[in-house]
């Protein structure tokens, strides 16, 4: 793999190292600095050229996070990089992906035009809010799932009387994939949203009483609308109450409401940096998925054969 090159934003490092050490490499040594102005400077310290470079860098708030993935990726065209690949394990402005107002920006498209025009020739990503959103790139997408993480866990985990939650319509999907591969029974909630970050649970659709639930989300941010549908499946005569989800932003006071909650655990990954999630929380590394995905990519072997969920 001598003409392999793996890079790190400072997004999240300590998943990029884990990445590294699974690929038995060293993180590539770049300088990545803010001037008093608060502009960020990036400049490779080994020679790139004709290499196969991958940069590990989310594009989560604030937009320096966006802004220093697109100067790695301008800097490694500029240092004749044979190819680039952004590798986001959570990409941000996901859930801006349509207009659903007049005279809003269809934000997940802008940032994948940016990542395009600054020069990457793919991109490797997890668990898009939407999937359609491949769509917003002119260049190939590799799409990988946590379910390789958490379906191996859960079936360990052999939860009796088992159903499977979609905390709303757009997550039926994912929850109906999980539902069927641990062969449980698929139960919906459905929701109204009057206004962002404000979620009222309306009605569940399903027979939860008396049943252990696992609620499927592919993230959870404010927690609303997790924590109201715990206490909805609660009130209805759930069991145990669990809940998976990728991608633990868990902003503002997220992880208080978690605690507070009747929810007995719930399972994330380490897409987002890691924080003091509390004792309610653990945190699953994806990776194995990502250096096998950087791994076959650079061998141009299928990726999407190995990661593949949306099929079920």
Known sequence: MSNL?????????????????KLEM???????ENFADGEIWVKYNSNIRGKDVFIIQSTNPPSDNLMELLILIDAAKRASARRVTAVIPYFGYARQDRKDQPRVSITAKLVANLITHAGADRVITMDLHAPQIQGFFDIPVDHLY????????LRKKKIPNLAVVSPDVGGIKLARAYAKRLQVELILIDKRRPKPN???????IGDVKGKNILI????????GTF??????????GAKEIYGVCTHAVLSQNAIEKITNSAVKKLYVTDTFPSKNVGEKI???????????????????????????????
């Not at 400072?10 to 050490?21: D, M």
């Not at 060293?26 to 990545?32: E, T």
């Not at 404000?198 to 569940?204: K, R």
């Not at 924590?227 to 209805?236: C, D, R, S, Y």
């Open 5 to 21: 090159e793996i890079f790190s934003g400072r997004s999240n490092q300590t998943l990029a190292n884990a990445i590294a050490k």
């Open 26 to 32: 060293r993180l590539g040594k770049c300088d990545i």
């Open 146 to 153: 946590s379910s390789a993480v958490f379906m191996p866990f």
């Open 198 to 204: 404000v979620v009222e649970v309306m009605n569940i």
């Open 216 to 223: 499927v989300d592919d993230l959870v941010d404010t927690a």
């Open 227 to 236: 924590t109201n549908a715990v206490k909805a499946l609660n009130a209805e």
């Open 282 to 312: 653990t945190t699953l590394t994806v990776a194995n998925i990502f250096s096998e995905a950087i791994l076959r990519c650079y061998n141009n072997q299928s990726i999407s054969s190995l990661f593949d969920i949306s099929k079920d």
